[in-house]
């Protein structure tokens, strides 16, 4: 190649002789340095010095170029042409990889469909379940009702840990006035306003268990404490076992055990009132509470006893005069444990409860009289309470015995209140319609008729209720209507006023309760 181009440069060099020869003829002036002329001798000379040098990179690295090869400015151009096979085979292994790939998509939909219940039950998770506990009783019987939606179940927070609920119980009344009773009591009113909690945390496996519960009222306008109280509770459950049960204590203020009227939840009832021989109950107070439950063969059995200031529990928080009251109440379920509510939503099979009461005061407040504040009283009685196929039954018998007081001779009390219902075998899911019917007759001091003073004091007489009505439950105890009638009879003193007419009218409610349990 070389030697090709040195041949090429000189005959350019030859023709650029001739112009050079050309135009010194034509007078052209030649070109000397240091007295010798330069022509195109020297431009031969300078060709072959560079076709040498590049002639020697080739030579001294071995890779000597194709005969037919261009000049060295062209040997760059295989490089790019060359690169293509050799990425080829890079570009055409991702589809070769690509259908093994392939296989994960039919795995990838059944992914979500495992999510979608576990966040349904999140959400559920945060109000309460059937077979919760319940938020206004002891009870662990089923609450709430499976179709009951869950705006109106009570609100779990940390898992079972802390249950908030509430119970608003408002409605209406119509009192007919008499000459002797003008008090004008008709009007709106709210039975219950309640805010509850229960809380129930194990400390030790399943076995030892931290509680609390607090119930506040707020339907007369201001915040009253009505429970407020915890303690431990060791209990052993296993279904395994063929005895089964618990015991434990609590502290703070709450019911006392004493009386199937006062330990009645006022959210599970079949009227918008209580049974009124509660009164003759001790009711709550500030104290301790011990109890143990036995299930042996489905037999039940619990035994609760008590001891309590006296005092009306926050009315007054001490106990100024040392005295102290003390109760003991004990049950029994034969054919296992019920739920402590009237009527018998559920249609159970045949279940009944039977209750005995006892309690004394060492000395008694101003509950019930100015007169007893002082004294001693020893109260006791009875119940019995039954349900089956949506018909109920329950009937309580309280007496109390006061002692002589401050030159006062004693006297007794007595108290019976009996109650039904049954829910109309009507062939629909809901609502549930209920007849029921109670008689209750009560009387705080047998001694006195109330009409020893100038005014007839009604509250020394005997008084009886007789009262009908029709209940309507949308989901059970969480949405439902009274409607009930009540006649007022006076049993002592004048049963009459002076034409004939009766003491105190008649009344009709009408209640809704609306309740997260």
């Not at 576990?118 to 109000?127: C, K, L, N």
């Amino acid at each position: 190649m070389a030697t090709a181009w040195a041949h090429r440069q000189a005959g350019d060099a030859h023709d650029h002789s001739a112009v050079e020869a050309a135009g010194s003829e034509g007078g052209l002036p030649g070109r000397s340095l240091g007295g010798r002329q330069l022509g195109g001798h020297w431009l031969v000379a300078l060709g072959g010095a560079l076709a040498l040098w590049l002639a020697l990179p080739a030579t001294a690295l071995g890779q000597p170029a194709p005969p037919d090869e261009p000049p060295p400015d062209v040997v760059d151009e295989p490089p790019p042409e060359e690169a293509p096979p050799e990425e080829a085979p890079l570009e055409e292994a991702p589809p070769e990889a690509v259908p093994p790939a392939e296989a994960p998509p039919p795995v990838a939909p059944a992914e979500p469909k495992p999510t979608a219940p576990a966040a349904a039950e999140d959400t559920a998770a945060i109000t309460t379940q059937p077979g919760d506990v319940s938020v206004v009783d002891d009870s662990d019987v089923e609450q709430p009702a499976g179709h009951t939606p869950s705006f109106l179940r009570a609100l779990r927070l940390g898992g079972d840990s802390l249950v908030l609920g509430a119970y608003l119980q408002p409605g209406f009344v119509y009192q007919a006035d008499t000459e002797f009773w003008e008090d004008d009591t008709d009007g709106f009113d709210f039975a219950n306003a309640r805010l509850t909690g229960a809380g129930q945390m194990p400390i030790y496996e399943e076995l030892l268990h931290l509680r609390l519960r607090f119930n506040f009222d707020v339907n007369q306008g201001n915040f009253a404490v009505r429970d407020v109280y915890g303690g431990l509770a060791l209990r052993w459950d296993d279904d395994a076992q063929t005895v089964k049960g618990g015991f434990g204590f609590d502290v703070g203020q709450l019911k006392q055990p004493f009386g199937l009227a006062l330990l009645q939840s006022e959210a599970k009832m079949q009227f918008p009132y209580s049974s009124p021989i509660r009164i003759l109950a001790f009711g709550r107070d500030l104290g301790a509470k011990v109890y143990g439950d036995l299930d042996v063969s489905n037999v039940w059995m619990r035994l609760s006893a008590m001891v309590s200031n006296g005092e009306g529990g926050f009315r007054q928080r001490r106990n100024f005069d040392d005295e102290y009251v003390f109760t003991s109440r004990f049950e029994i379920a034969p054919l296992g444990k019920m739920e402590m509510s009237e009527p018998d939503l559920k249609e159970s099979p045949l279940r009944l409860t039977a209750g005995f009461n006892i309690g004394y005061a060492t000395a008694l407040g101003k509950g019930l009289s100015l007169a007893d504040v002082g004294a001693s009283e020893l109260r006791y009685g009875g119940d019995l309470r039954v349900h089956f196929a949506g018909a109920s039954l329950r009937g309580e018998v309280l007496r109390g015995e006061r002692d002589e007081n401050e030159g006062e001779p004693g006297f007794g009390r007595l108290g019976v209140s009996v109650q039904g219902g049954y829910v109309l075998p009507i062939p629909i899911a809901m609502p549930q319609f209920e007849l029921v019917f109670r008689y209750a007759q009560w009387d705080v001091n047998d001694d006195l008729d109330g009409t020893e003073g100038d005014d007839y004091v009604v509250d020394n007489t005997a008084i009886r209720y007789l009262e009908p009505g029709l209940n309507i439950y949308l989901f059970e105890h969480a949405a439902k209507l009274h409607l009930a009638y009540r006649l007022t009879d006076l049993l002592e003193g004048p049963k009459t006023d002076v034409n004939g007419d009766v003491l105190i009218g008649d009344a009709f409610y009408t209640f809704f309760q609306f309740a997260w349990l």
